[in-house]
T-cell receptor, first 118, second 113 residues
Framework: DTAVSQTPKYLVTQMGNDKSIKCEQN?????MYWYKQDSKKFLKIMFS???????INETVPNRFSPKSPDKAHLNLHINSLELGDSAVYFC?????????????????FGPGTRLLVL | GENVEQHPSTLSVQEGDSAVIKCTYS??????FPWYKQELGKGPQLIID?????GEKKDQRIAVTLNKTAKHFSLHITETQPEDSAVYFC????????????FGKGITLSVRP
């Protein structure tokens, strides 16, 4: 069984198009994340949802809109795609969000979606 | 915010030798330090983590050490094997509610057969 799955695995599209990436986790976790990994392998968080509520929203262009229909799913919609959006997008999940004074939460990553904007 | 530095950026070792990857962090409130391994074409996978109430943790050939005073932590891999070749990321997270995990830039480890 795949713990965190993403679709599609590869996405090639033209500048200006709108596309969506989907993520599902079957771990029973409450918290999900979207990360962007650029060509230099740098991993940076974009968004996080806890039980369908947005809890982390980094400095990301508003062309990116996450949506969590339920706590097992987190989708990412990107409008008006630009060349600089080309990257690998990873979904991740953790049992809980980071809690004040808490021990830190292990995050489990999906296999990634490789987006190429031409 | 937190800043995690990772050194070196690449590391090549002979099979059977040990590899050490070092990271520093800036936020003294950070208390959770995971290490992730990313193989080619795959997502990062947690290999070991350490929390600030311990100084060292081992799991077979892998160990992590933490020095909170100096704000650095290290990953030690002994008896390296070719399948250890991958990109390794350190990360740090503080104790705040809904705080984020901040990653280092990653190191590419190559184990020569």
């Amino acid at each position: 069984d795949t713990a965190v799955s993403q679709t599609p695995k590869y996405l090639v599209t033209q500048m200006g198009n709108d596309k969506s990436i989907k993520c599902e986790q079957n771990l029973g976790h409450d918290t999900m994340y979207w990360y962007k990994q650029d060509s230099k392998k740098f991993l940076k968080i974009m968004f996080s949802y806890n039980n369908k509520e947005l809890i982390i929203n980094e400095t990301v262009p508003n062309r990116f809109s996450p949506k969590s229909p339920d706590k097992a799913h987190l989708n990412l919609h990107i409008n008006s795609l630009e060349l600089g959006d080309s990257a690998v997008y990873f979904c991740a999940s953790s049992q809980l969000p980071s809690l004040a004074g808490g021990p830190g939460e292990t995050q489990y990553f999906g296999p990634g979606t490789r987006l190429l904007v031409l | 915010g937190e800043n995690v530095e990772q050194h070196p950026s690449t590391l090549s070792v002979q099979e059977g030798d040990s590899a050490v990857i070092k990271c520093t962090y800036s936020d003294s409130a950070s208390n959770y330090f995971p290490w992730y391994k990313q193989e080619l074409g795959k997502g990062p996978q947690l290999i070991i983590d350490i929390r600030s109430n311990v100084g060292e943790k081992k799991d077979q050939r892998i160990a992590v050490t933490l020095n909170k005073t100096a704000k650095h932590f290290s990953l030690h891999i002994t008896e390296t094997q070719p399948e250890d070749s991958a990109v390794y990321f350190c990360a740090a997270q503080n104790t705040g509610a809904n705080s984020k995990l901040t990653f280092g830039k990653g190191i590419t480890l190559s184990v020569r057969p």
